[in-house]
C-alpha cells in the first residue's frame, strides 16, 4: 500500500506546545528524518548532536488526514497512541498540524530527501 508519502523526509522546522510554552524546533537544534514505506513509517531525532528519540510503527493517510500510530521507540507507554496531523503536501515540502482541543499543539515542516 503506496502513499505520495513513501519515501525519505528530512525536517525542516516546526514548533510544539510543552506545557503552555512554544517551544521551535530551530532553537532547540531539532534534526530528524523519516522514513515512510508500504504503511510503515520509523523516525530518528537529535537536539544538537546528541541522540533525541526514535520511534516507528503505522501510518494511514485519508485524504489530509496523516495518522501516526508507534509500536516501538523511546517513549513512555502511554505515548504509544495514534498522532492525527492534518498533512498537505506541496511539490516536495510536507506540512503537518496536530490539534488538540481547538488548540495546535504540533507544527512540522518535512522536506522530501528521497524517494
Same mark, same amino acid.
Given at each position: 500500500m503506496s502513499t505520495? !508519502? $513513501? +519515501?525519505?523526509?528530512e525536517l525542516v522546522g +516546526?514548533?510544539?506546545d510543552d506545557n503552555g510554552e512554544t517551544l521551535h524546533y530551530e532553537s532547540l537544534g531539532m534534526r530528524s528524518r523519516k522514513l515512510l514505506a508500504g +504503511?510503515? @513509517?520509523? @523516525? *530518528? %531525532?537529535?537536539q544538537g548532536e546528541k541522540f533525541w528519540s526514535a /520511534? %516507528? /510503527?503505522r501510518y494511514v !493517510? $485519508? +485524504?489530509?488526514q496523516y495518522t501516526e500510530t508507534? $509500536?516501538?521507540g523511546t517513549f513512555?507507554?502511554?505515548a504509544m497512541r495514534?498522532? *492525527?496531523f492534518r498533512a498537505r503536501v506541496d511539490g516536495d515540502d510536507w506540512h503537518n498540524e496536530r490539534w488538540e482541543n481547538g488548540v495546535c499543539v504540533e507544527y512540522e515542516h518535512w522536506r522530501r530527501i528521497g524517494r
Open positions: 505520495p !508519502l $513513501d +519515501g525519505a523526509w +516546526g514548533r510544539c +504503511g510503515h @513509517f520509523t @523516525f *530518528v %531525532s537529535h /520511534g %516507528s /510503527g !493517510l $485519508d +485524504g489530509e508507534p $509500536d516501538m513512555p507507554a502511554e495514534p498522532y *492525527v
